[in-house]
T-cell receptor, first 113, second 113 residues
Framework: QKEVEQDPGPLSVPEGAIVSLNCTYS??????FMWYRQYSRKGPELLMY????GNKEDGRFTAQVDKSSKYISLFIRDSQPSDSATYLC?????????????FGSGTQLTVLP | GAGVSQSPRYKVAKRGQDVALRCDPI?????LFWYQQALGQGPEFLTY????????KSGLPSDRFFAERPEGSVSTLKIQRTQQEDSAVYLC???????????FGQGTRLTVV
């Protein structure tokens, strides 16, 4: 079993819809949680990060972390065709020199105009 | 430049050939990571540098993989005697030493034929 599991998708929604993307994890040592967006043939682009349980909002994006359930979510409001991409959750342990990210496998999102 | 730069963008190698992939991180970023991303999967950690010191190479899949960062800036990932299973996108990321969020380059797509 992978340390981070992510809904595989693909997910297709109409423009303007609310999108919910989710990941679960098994390593309780994870303290830092990130969402990356990756367009085709591009590198991952950092969208949001948080290190605590609760919600964090940035424009149309809301990241939610529930450490007790080991569950994180990314919500996209008023989705746009330009949001079509693969969304990757990523997590990290903050200890010593450990800084590497553990990623989910990604959810491919298509927003239809 | 302002972002992480990787070269070449695409590399086709014959099986058994040695390859070298270059990463130029964001100026001032002490931490540098290499990840391997197979088709349809999330990136997987290969190795981590803090300045010129390679602090973690636990993700390198075999002794054919070697990474260096001799002056604490540019890094090179070398793969000796390439195999078909080495075909993937190799991503480089950098971050400020005290921050976990990493910024990725566009990657090098390696195809071994």
């Amino acid at each position: 079993q992978k340390e981070v599991e992510q809904d595989p998708g693909p997910l297709s929604v109409p423009e303007g819809a609310i999108v919910s993307l989710n990941c679960t994890y098994s390593n309780s040592a994870f303290q830092y949680f990130m969402w990356y967006r990756q367009y085709s043939r591009k590198g991952p682009e950092l969208l949001m990060y948080t290190y605590s349980s609760g919600n964090k909002e940035d424009g149309r994006f809301t990241a939610q972390v529930d450490k007790s359930s080991k569950y994180i979510s990314l919500f996209i409001r008023d989705s746009q065709p330009s949001d079509s991409a693969t969304y990757l959750c990523a997590m990290s342990v903050l200890s010593g020199s450990a800084r590497q990210l553990t990623f989910g496998s990604g959810t491919q999102l298509t927003v239809l105009p | 430049g302002a972002g992480v730069s990787q070269s070449p963008r695409y590399k086709v190698a014959k099986r058994g050939q040695d390859v070298a992939l270059r990463c130029d991180p964001i100026s001032g970023h002490v931490s540098l990571f290499w990840y391997q991303q197979a088709l349809g999967q999330g990136p997987e950690f290969l190795t981590y540098f803090q300045n010129e010191a390679q602090l973690d190479k636990s993700g390198l899949p075999s002794d054919r993989f070697f990474a260096e960062r001799p002056e604490g800036s540019v890094s090179t990932l070398k793969i000796q005697r390439t195999q078909q299973e080495d075909s993937a996108v190799y991503l480089c990321a950098s971050s400020l030493t005290v921050r976990v969020e990493a910024f990725f380059g566009q990657g090098t797509r390696l195809t071994v034929v």
